[in-house]
């Protein structure tokens, strides 16, 4: 399970960061909320953990965007401001849920796991570009209804390009979403992928879905 952080205050995002990985899920950060939409935009993420309080956008303004994005991705809102009228606002805007600082780190864990259970019946299990599905649940895909054999980090690239169809990724940011922190893998890592998937998902079809935008990365377009 994917986590993104939402922390303007250091320690409290490495702690966070820290035992959250303890527990078995990836966790990528971000010190605000404008630079979280850039994350969440790029897909892929099963819950957002984000602060109210922080700079250039606040936590309520990254879930107002979101929101209005149609992303469906949980947020749980991590924060010191305990009104009402702030609880209120934060789930009007389409909080998942609502923890007040300090906090148990064990009940942050039963948050987690009760918004993914809650969300998991509506979030969709396939995406689509054209005639290719991917079954996100199962990691199966298929073009014209021809199963097509990929590998682990294949089916995750691939699905990173379905998600965000018709969006030019850049190289740095696919290398970050599949890798995160790990700098020895080199960009010529994502170009071999690519070279992979165009030879299952495009030879053979008149209608090319895996395209190169020259100078700035890749792309999905139906």
Known sequence: MKILILEDDESLKAVLKKRLAANG???????????????????????????????????????????????????????????SGDIVKGLDLGADDYIVKPFDFSELLARIRLVTRRSAGVRENTISAGDLVLDLHARTASRGGKAIDLSAKEFDLLALLVRNKNIVLTRERILDRLYGADESIGSNAIDVYIRYLRKKIDDGYEVKLIHTVRGVGYTVKE
């Open 25 to 83: 899920f990836t966790v990528d950060c971000a010190s605000d909320g404008e630079e979280g939409l850039a994350y969440v935009e790029a897909g892929g993420y099963d819950v957002v953990i984000s602060d109210i309080m922080m700079p250039h956008r606040s936590g309520l303004e990254f879930l107002s965007d979101v929101r209005a994005r149609k992303i469906d991705v949980p947020v749980i809102l991590l924060t010191a401001l305990d009104g």
